[in-house]
């Protein structure tokens, strides 16, 4: 099993810009996220999705849209690319709720993306 | 809503010395806690979780962390640790309702 995985690995942009940040799991999970992390400030949830076909906003989920595909795969889309969008980009997936605890969440190995 | 702080951002460190990263979290309801691991260019690994029963939990590599709900606190300790240790460590807090919500992270600096 692959686990997460991210493509790209590495982008840079224009400010402008768009593109689309690819994320797909292999471990049948329902829930899937999206978190940048930036310097000092640990990881921030962007968008996740707690099913298919359900998508939620997190903390900072402004300048970006999400879609969930199918159960394999969570895109992260970035229409007009700013310098403060320069970040680590982690998806991760994990098994859906079944009592009132959190499961485990399993990451990608991310996309670093500088926007210029 | 809940919040979490690592209080130390670098904790540099001698091979084969203790340590202990500093962990503490803010909620309204019943919180699980979780740290997980960075190691340079690689996504987060699970390190180990709080989620009930005993309030000590250990990890496979020697890792352990005490559940402290008065102080608020579940602090990371290592008795001795390895160069292989040097990495970054995510405190993060969970209710379940919603995703987890992660510290800044404490880069853990071993030194021979």
Redesign the interface.
């Known amino acids: 099993n692959a686990g ?1 995985t991210q493509t790209p690995k590495f982008q840079v942009l224009k400010t402008g810009q768009s593109m689309t940040l690819q994320c797909a799991q292999d471990m049948n999970h329902n829930s899937m ?1 999206w ?1 940048r992390q930036d310097p ?6 962007i968008y ?1 999705s707690a099913s298919e076909g359900t998508t ?1 906003k ?1 903390e900072v989920p402004n300048g970006y849209n999400v879609s969930r595909l199918n159960k394999r795969e969570f895109s992260l889309r970035l229409e007009s690319a700013a310098p403060s969008q320069t970040s680590v980009y ?1 998806c ?1 997936s994990s098994e859906a ?1 079944t ?4 499961n ?2 399993f ?4 996309t670093r993306l500088t926007v210029l | 809503a809940q919040s979490v702080t690592q209080l130390d951002s670098q904790v540099p460190v001698f091979e084969e010395a203790p340590v202990e990263l500093r962990c503490n979290y803010s909620s309204s309801v019943s919180v699980y806690l979780f740290w997980y691991v960075q190691y340079p260019n690689q996504g987060l690994q699970l390190l180990l979780k709080y989620l009930s029963g005993s309030t000590l939990v250990e990890s496979i590599n020697g890792f352990e962390a005490e559940f402290n709900k008065s102080q608020t606190s579940f602090h990371l300790r290592k008795p001795s640790v390895h160069i292989s240790d040097t990495a970054e460590y995510f405190c993060a807090a969970g209710t379940g309702r919603r995703a987890l919500t992660f510290g800044s992270g404490t880069r853990l600096q071993v030194q021979p």
């Not at chain 1, 000092?40 to 949830?45: C, I, K, Q, S, V």
């Open positions: 997460v996220y978190y000092g400030m640990g990881l921030r949830l996740y939620d997190g982690f991760a709720r009592g009132w605890a959190p485990e969440q990451f990608g190995p991310g």
